[in-house]
């Protein structure tokens, strides 16, 4: 059973909220990928903390994640100790290893990379941060400012110890948002610079030798693959410098929109495990934010999912080990209660 605490409150209609409350906002929830742990974030602006916890769905609380600063083997300790400091930006290995990677401030006030239960890797001068760890387990990509600016780095996991090598060296811009393709030896990635954000692919990272995707000027962000690995999803606010819209592309075709008017979801556009639909929340104020699902082929088709919640923000989805399709949503509240504040993270299964 992947989810047994949400099945105790049959009565409660659409999604149900699974965090505690906190002075703060929670933000990014992310499923592992066989949707047994799910993450999330709660962002305390005033004080410029960001905490990170991983939740195991019936099995107590929510446990927080704190970084240690001694060693960089997978096999060192961990911190439960309370700290100022920002934890944030999960991204899991694949099941077998059952780990994740994450960001987090040092005492220096730097950015490293930490897995769980292990001290910093690769840790250098110049802050480190987006790491992304491939779905086959052997690559950690992530985005550092050692060489001056911003470039993706990559850790072989098998060779823990060995300095990262560098994917990109433009010289004018910074490289961010990578994102791994399913069979794990393909990113496409973000190239920020003066002009706008583009859109790359280096399509095997043992040879990287970046390929420019999107570039239409103004802000194209956060590029995710479908699950299949046919398909990228992305951000885009080239038509309307006021709003983003989602777009969605096959490699080596023109992309073409899905929604217009989204609100983007931190860590990129959330695709349905059969790489056929796409959910994502509408900017919409009056209806507070609702949450859709298209099919990519039909997007004028979109349908709202009857979450329940208002104030609707970061979404994921996965499907767990009982064979459903879960989402995890950060929301304001539900539409029927009495007072709505700081978001919490609300979880529903998604309908056939």
């Known amino acids: 059973m992947l989810v047994p605490i949400l099945l105790l409150s049959t009565a409660m209609a659409g999604a149900r909220p699974i965090s505690p409350t906190y002075d703060g906002n929670c933000q990014l929830p992310t499923w592992s990928p066989d949707g047994t742990r799910l993450s999330y974030e709660v962002n305390y602006h005033d004080r410029k903390v960001i905490e990170l916890y991983v939740y195991e769905p019936g099995k107590g609380d929510p446990t927080p994640v704190r970084p240690v600063e001694r060693g960089s083997s997978m096999t060192s300790g961990f911190s439960t100790g309370a700290g100022e400091s920002v934890t944030h930006e999960v991204s899991w290995a694949p099941p077998n290893i059952g780990r994740f990677v994450y960001s987090a401030s040092t005492a220096s006030k730097d950015y490293d990379i930490f897995i769980d239960q292990a001290g910093p890797v690769a840790a250098s001068i110049g802050a480190d941060g987006g790491p992304q760890w491939s779905p086959d387990g052997r690559w950690i990509a992530f985005t550092s400012a050692r060489s001056g600016q911003g470039d993706l780095y990559l850790v072989d996991t098998h060779r823990i110890e060995a300095p990262p090598s560098q994917l990109t060296s433009d010289p004018e811009s910074a490289e961010l948002f990578a994102s791994w393709s399913p069979h794990g030896f393909s990113l496409v990635y973000v190239g920020h610079n003066d002009s706008g954000d583009s859109i790359y692919i280096i399509e095997h990272v043992e040879n990287p030798q970046p390929k420019l995707l999107v570039d239409w000027g103004a802000t194209q962000t956060r590029p995710t693959f479908s699950p299949d690995g046919k398909r990228v999803a992305f951000y885009s606010n080239h038509d309307d410098n006021e709003r983003f819209d989602l777009y969605v592309m096959s490699l080596g075709s023109k992309p073409y929109p899905i929604a217009r008017g989204v609100v983007m979801n931190a860590r990129g556009p959330t695709w349905t495990p059969d790489s056929n639909q796409l959910v994502y929340v509408k900017d919409d104020d009056d209806r507070y934010d609702p949450v859709y699902v298209a099919p990519v082929m039909a997007p004028d088709s979109a349908q709202r999912l009857a979450t329940g919640t208002v104030g609707n923000g970061d ?21 029927s209660d009495k007072v709505k504040d700081f978001k919490r993270i609300y979880v529903m299964e998604l309908p056939k």
Do not use: C, E, F, S
Request: net charge neutral; aromatic share 4%.
């Open 315 to 335: 979404v994921d989805v996965v499907r767990g080990t009982d064979g459903r399709t879960w989402l995890a949503i950060a929301a304001q509240g539900r539409d």
